[in-house]
């Protein structure tokens, strides 16, 4: 029996010990590391989900532990759990781990995608446009007569064990539900749509729902987070990236994973890109799987209250990672007309990279200090309610448009005739 660490987003890497470690006699799991740790209250992955070979559950440390926890617990293999990490990201951790004197390994699609009877549609990608472009796939399922229920990627935050398998039907289920208000919007998204959405962390126990309470159920449509790989296995992957997707040449990983599974690549905010980069996008697209169908996006930029920018003088907050490089933000103040730009240390924008209250309230003295007349904000829900402030606040925004054929209509035609 090895000595197992699975290190990584807390949503895969606990994926990853529900689908091959759970019950599993040659392996050992010791603790999982992740740089998430701080968003579960310092719990262990409880027992409730571990099963009985780990009776006190299993420790969650930080990832900057890393060399100590191997040394301490004798670790003989390391798991890599990531999302989103490039290639020079994952070496340096492969390279830091075979130091400490363990090996290390991915698990792949095969053995962490979750099959089931019905046919699974999944989206992939990390921004707002997923959500907008699965409720275009469930309005297309709903106007061929299908009925579908929509499973999204785990956000572990706050008690795992509160988590452990949820569904929403209405704004009501919502109301002492124990997500956040970034999943919660996007689950509200879909509840508009009228369509229950499932989520959870034992993907098993997701699945065995879903035939429980939605027999009449003709497909699963899986909604990504972080960019990280359907956990069910698809009938149909679409990938959506955008310029910003591609750092120096390469996709991080799993994006690339995912666009040579896919078999619809969406290429979105094509008209925030120069023309030669999204040619670039394209070819590489295209090196990486050349049986793609491409759809091209524009998902232009628009404010709400826009009239209120004009000859203002602006503070930009958005929510953003580090590879992003075209700023919604900047783009709206540019074209309602703002005078002028604060800028925030060395940048125009005030980066927002989780909503943790620390974080929240660190923003709103930033704004309410600030120099300007007004904020132009893009994150995934209102932060109006979440912030008190002296200025107005103006919500930036992206509407998912697609450009000619083919489209998400036509997409789901097509596959549609293959079931």
């Known amino acids: 029996m090895r000595n197992v660490l699975i290190i990584g987003d807390l949503g895969r890497a606990f994926h990853s010990f529900n689908v091959y470690f759970k019950n599993n006699p040659n392996y050992k799991v010791i603790a999982f590391l992740s740089d998430q740790a701080n968003l579960i209250l310092n719990q262990n992955y409880p027992i409730q989900l571990t099963g009985k070979a780990y009776p006190l559950g299993i420790p969650i440390y930080k990832e900057d532990e890393l060399h100590s926890v191997i040394k301490r617990y004798d ?43 019905k046919p699974v549609i999944a989206v992939c990608g990390s921004d707002a446009t997923k959500t907008q472009v699965s409720c275009k796939v469930v309005e297309q399922l709903k106007l061929a007569g299908l009925k579908s229920v929509v499973v999204k990627h785990p956000v572990p ?10 569904s929403f039907s209405k704004l009501s289920d919502l109301e002492y539900s124990p997500y956040s208000s970034i999943e919660k919007e996007e689950i509200k998204q879909q509840i508009a749509n009228r369509t229950t959405v499932y989520t959870g962390i034992d993907y ?109 003088k602006v503070a930009l907050v958005e929510f953003t990672n580090e590879s992003k490089t075209q700023f919604s933000t900047c783009i709206a103040a540019d074209k309602y007309g703002a005078s002028d730009v604060l800028m925030y240390e060395n940048s125009k924008i005030y980066p927002v990279t989780k909503f943790e209250t620390s974080e929240l309230n660190k923003l709103q003295d930033y704004l309410n200090q600030a120099d300007c007349d007004l904020v132009l904000m893009d994150t995934p829900f209102n932060m109006n309610k979440a912030l008190r402030i002296n200025k107005p606040i103006v919500k930036v925004r992206s509407q998912f448009q697609e450009l000619g054929t083919p489209n998400i209509k036509s997409t789901i035609q097509k596959f549609l005739k293959k079931i």
């Not at 670790?75 to 990490?85: F, G, H, L, P, T």
């Not at 781990?97 to 390994?105: E, N, R, T, Y």
């Not at 879903?210 to 992957?237: G, R």
């Open 75 to 117: 670790i003989e293999e390391c798991v890599i759990a990531k999302s989103n990490y490039s290639q020079k990201q994952i070496i340096a951790l492969a390279t830091e781990i075979q130091a400490a004197g363990a090996d290390f390994k991915i698990l792949g699609a095969n053995t962490t995608m979750l099959k089931h009877l």
């Open 157 to 166: 935050e706050g008690d795992i064990k509160d988590k452990i398998t949820q």
């Open 204 to 312: 098993h126990d997701v699945l065995n729902k879903i035939d429980k309470d939605s027999a009449d159920c003709d497909i699963i449509v899986w909604e990504n987070a972080n960019e990280d790989m359907p956990f069910f296995k698809p009938d149909l992957l679409i990938t959506i990236i955008n310029p910003d997707k591609l750092i120096d040449g390469y996709f991080n990983q799993p994006i690339d994973v995912n666009i040579s599974l896919s078999d619809v690549v969406i290429i979105d905010k094509v008209c925030i890109a120069e023309p030669s980069t999204i040619l670039k996008l394209r070819k590489k697209v295209l090196e990486l799987n050349n049986k793609a169908v491409i759809i091209e996006a524009a998902s232009p930029i628009e404010a709400d209250d826009f009239e209120l920018i004009w000859d203002k």
